[in-house]
């Protein structure tokens, strides 16, 4: 994933920044007839990824080949159009042009399990085509023709999956290569998670698919992914994915060929997603740990861990898991490795000359993760415990300014979230 940089090219030497304008905006009303369809959360979709999802949608929609044309969805499923003429600063009349059914069922049983319903959705992947799901599984690949004429809109192709989810984007892919029309959909839904990981997790789908000369759709590739708190889910171009969320990774069911392509997603050792490493700090040692299980046949005569006074060096059958200027001197001597958990974890041992406290392990590698002692977090949430006490103090001796919990409730309210940005290029 390329870092962002200050583009100074952009900076206008003569800007003096922006000014309130009292201006009235231009706005267009028009009354409708129709009741909007929203589909409330049931009370077994409960948790975070799906009120993401849920709160991520909106009801009126702008496709992105016409500003000048809305579109939503009434409470009988029928799709519906409307035009704004700013020639004659006015709103043409919704018109409906496609309908779907007389009503949404309020709950779905497939194979005996309740699947999870969603707000049906409406993507435009081209200036004739258009993309809908219902919210129930199914979804529909319609010819719209010329949209500015508000013209009845007619089905392709349609496709029912075993669950139901929402559609982010698609987008038509156009080839020079043969006469075969390709469009690119990216899908969500929210499963619960198995084992012992409670919770919920969004799995994010990219589905391609191909009209033959014979004019029939098929579905020719699909790729899963796994995102926690999804912000944003796009597709930028026809051969990338774009996903803004807190965390991500790859679900076992994509395909190899995406796992070993230019993603922008840190792999450990083992080919898993998530840290190259994690490293365990102490007051005097730390422990690197790396994950081994994308290893065949692992012989301890296949790792060659280098140790010196600045300097560390892992690699393993030939390939580098870490190299580069410690963040501080260690004393090489009484470093040491080992395999554990049959050959499938590498651990290495780093002895500090110094008791300080290393912030990252290799100078300028992002790519691992520290882990604190338990001791050492305890003493340090002990040194720390008077900035948050209740009690208003003047000070100790050691000369400490004394700040109590009511100085420190508006930080408190602040909610610190990372996002992650995934770029993959399909």
């Known amino acids: 994933m390329d ?30 007839r129709e009741e909007l369809l929203i589909v409330n959360i049931p009370s077994h979709q409960y948790s975070l990824q799906h009120v993401k999802l849920f709160a991520s949608h909106n009801h009126l929609i702008q496709e992105r080949w016409n500003s000048n044309i809305l579109y939503f969805i009434s409470k009988d499923v029928k799709v519906y159009s409307v035009c704004n003429l700013p020639e004659e600063n006015s709103l043409k009349g919704a018109a409906n042009v496609f309908s779907l059914c007389d009503n949404l069922p309020s709950s779905i049983t497939r194979e005996g399990v309740e699947i999870d319903l969603y707000n049906p959705t409406l993507t435009f992947p081209s200036e004739s085509l258009a993309v809908l799901c219902d919210g129930c599984g199914s979804f529909y690949i ?5 949209r500015n004429l508000q013209q009845t809109w007619s089905v392709l192709h349609s496709e029912t999956k075993e669950y139901g989810f929402s559609i982010y984007d698609s987008l038509s892919i156009e080839s020079n290569e043969d006469s075969e029309k390709r469009i690119a959909l990216v899908t ?47 597709l930028g171009a026809p051969d990338s994915l774009f996903v803004a969320s807190q965390t991500y990774s790859f679900s076992p069911a ?8 230019d993603v922008s997603l840190k792999q450990s050792p083992g080919g898993d997603s998530g840290p190259a490493y994690v490293w365990l700090q102490a007051d005097e040692d730390i422990t690197v740990t790396f994950n081994l299980q994308g290893f065949q046949n692992l012989d ?10 600045n300097s560390i060096a892992v690699s393993v ?71 948050t006490t209740d009690t208003m ?21 602040v909610e610190v979230m990372a996002l992650a940005i995934l770029v993959v290029v399909c």
């Open 3 to 32: 870092g962002f940089k200050i583009n100074r090219q952009l900076l206008d030497s003569d800007f003096e920044g922006y000014r309130l304008s009292l201006d009235k905006i231009a706005g267009y009303n028009i009354p409708l």
């Open 142 to 146: 319609l010819e719209t023709g010329d």
């Open 188 to 234: 969500g839904h929210i499963v619960e998670n198995e084992g012992e990981k409670k919770g919920f997790r969004t799995v994010i789908t990219r589905i391609l698919l191909v009209c033959g000369s014979e004019g029939l759709w098929r579905e020719e590739s699909s790729e899963e992914f796994t995102a926690y708190n999804v912000e944003y889910v796009s």
């Open 254 to 261: 994509a395909d190899d060929s995406l796992a070993s392509g």
């Open 300 to 309: 301890k005569k296949e790792v060659n861990v280098i140790f010196s006074r």
């Open 317 to 387: 059958q030939g390939r580098q898991l870490l190299c580069g200027d410690l963040f501080s001197p260690i004393t090489a001597s009484e470093c040491t490795w080992t395999l554990a958990d049959g050959n499938r974890r590498l651990e290495v041992y780093l002895t500090k000359s110094a008791g300080d406290w290393w912030s990252e392990l290799v100078s300028g590698d992002s790519r691992g993760e520290m882990i604190t002692d338990s001791d050492v977090a305890d003493r340090i949430h002990e040194n720390l415990s008077y900035l």
């Open 393 to 413: 103090e003047n000070g100790d001796q050691s000369g400490r300014s004394a700040v109590n919990g009511q100085d420190l409730e508006e930080c408190d309210l």
